[in-house]
T-cell receptor
């Protein structure tokens, strides 16, 4: 698998349900970040979690990081139709400095 | 709120032509980046730039690509002789530099490049 690989590739849920997306990576990281991309638009930063942190919250978003398993999860609670987008995890590798490696993304569809 | 801007939003060019994609990073940021995203694929790192020189580049960033900060505000990506496979969305990003820490990268809205 590639560095920063999300699963599932696509997720379809009903409004109000929770959505969980996972990201796995292969090498040591400084931090891991989650981004959202609405179709054809730019990337919007959601959350940054550092390698010494285990969990972070921001509004309806909850991110966990397990460095022993080299994995992270993004949970969106009480999803809304406006959450429909692609979600990417990006890992900042500790030997590359500030350059990110993006996964292929999870396409989330929230149905009204 | 400060933001990264990119122009044009869409560029159409003929194969073999030169294109310049422009970005205005956030004014107090010191690190600048270009990424590309081929339609339906993941975002790929191209190059990072700091203190008026390239600090890191990927294997995608070959001799056809160059970057420049021609003045205090613009950051440009030039593709010398475009190929069909250069068609993609190109994102500029910038981050504030703080010694010993990593920082959030702020992304622009992207320029869609179409090579015919």
């Amino acid at each position: 698998s590639q560095q920063g690989e999300e699963d599932p590739q696509a997720l379809s849920i009903q409004e109000g349900e929770n959505a969980t997306m996972n990201c796995s990576y292969k090498t040591s990281i400084n931090n891991l970040q989650w981004y959202r991309q609405n179709s054809g638009r730019g990337l919007v930063h959601l959350i940054l979690i550092r390698s010494n942190e285990r969990e972070k919250h921001s509004g309806r978003l909850r991110v966990t990081l397990d460095t022993s398993k080299k994995s992270s999860s993004l949970l969106i609670t009480a999803s809304r139709a406006a959450d429909t987008a692609s979600y990417f995890c990006a890992t900042e590798l500790d030997y590359y400095g500030q350059n990110f490696v993006f996964g292929p993304g999870t396409r989330l569809s929230v149905l009204p | 709120e400060p933001e990264v801007t990119q122009t044009p939003s869409h560029q159409v060019t003929q194969m073999g032509q030169e294109v310049i994609l422009r970005c205005v990073p956030i004014s107090n940021h010191l690190y600048f980046y270009w990424y590309r995203q081929i339609l339906g694929q993941k975002v790929e790192f191209l190059v990072s730039f700091y203190n008026n020189e390239i600090s890191e580049k990927s294997e995608i960033f070959d001799d056809q690509f160059s970057v420049e900060r021609p003045d205090g505000s613009n950051f440009t990506l030039k593709i010398r002789s475009t190929k069909l496979e250069d068609s993609a969305m190109y994102f500029c990003a910038s981050s504030e530099s703080t010694s010993g820490q990593s920082n959030e990268q702020f992304f622009g809205p992207g320029t869609r490049l179409t090579v015919l």
